[in-house]
């Protein structure tokens, strides 16, 4: 039973460029949440996609955009980087349910130089 | 004042000791909780659900009390393989948004 992927594991890019996360989900669940969590703190969620839609949004710049394919797969995309948004990006999945236990994915650290 | 807020620790304890956690809560309308747990530059994995009526899985007790909107975390017979952050998590609906909020994290270290 294959768990939650996220790729690459580490990516290191410069202010102003734009990054794309990706995330599989755990087998059977079909709704991708994101998160950020920056050194020393709790993460922080950026939005869930559900139906290939975004269900929910946290408090996050427009900067931050994401995509659900068919296959419940998402991607995270960040434009116009900054230097804080250097964090570790992880991704959670769970079930429909709003309130369904989620499973986090080892993260995607990002530098950004 | 912080939506989740836990007490950052370290906790430094000896093999075998108990120790407890705590975590409050701000927002009343808060409706499930769990503990994860986070060991250096992993992902957080999920410890346990909280429930009102308290729940118990091997070592570990979990509480919940409403009243007073906080959770808590008990470790019996702690093991150095217990040493991680143990992260506090509350879901909830936020001006709309359903989300999970996350503390800080809580550092233990267990000392041979």
């Known amino acids: 039973d294959a768990g939650v992927t996220q790729s690459p594991t580490h990516l290191i890019k410069t202010r102003g460029q734009q990054v794309t996360l990706r995330c599989s989900p755990k087998?059977?669940?079909?709704?991708v949440s994101w998160y950020q969590q920056a050194l020393g703190q709790g993460p922080q969620f950026i939005f869930q996609?559900?139906?290939?839609?975004?269900?929910q949004r946290g408090n996050f710049p427009d900067r931050f955009s994401g995509h659900q394919f068919p296959n419940y797969s998402s991607e995270l995309n960040v434009n116009a980087l900054l230097l804080g948004d250097s964090a570790l990006y992880l991704c959670?999945?769970?079930?429909?349910?709003?309130?369904?236990?989620?499973?986090f994915g080892p993260g995607t650290r990002l530098t950004v130089l | 004042r912080k939506e989740v807020e836990q007490d950052p620790g370290p906790f430094n304890v000896p093999e075998g000791a108990t120790v407890a956690f705590n975590c409050t809560y701000s927002?009343?309308?808060?409706?499930?909780f769990f503990w994860y747990r986070q060991d250096c530059r992993k992902e957080p994995k999920l410890l346990m659900s909280?429930?009102?009526s308290g729940n118990e899985d091997g070592r570990f007790t979990a509480q919940l009390n409403r009243a007073s909107q906080y959770i808590s975390l008990l470790i019996r017979d702690s093991k150095l393989s217990d040493s991680a952050t143990y992260l506090c998590?509350?879901?909830?609906?936020?001006?709309?948004?359903?989300?999970?909020?996350f503390g800080t994290g809580t550092r233990l270290k267990v000392l041979a």
């Open positions: 959670a999945s769970s079930l429909s349910g709003l309130t369904d236990t989620q499973y």
């Open positions: 087998s059977g669940h079909d709704t």
């Open positions: 996609y559900y139906e290939e839609e975004e269900r």
């Open positions: 927002n009343s309308a808060s409706q499930s």
């Open positions: 909280v429930y009102s």
């Open positions: 998590v509350v879901g909830g609906y936020t001006s709309g948004t359903y989300k999970y909020i």
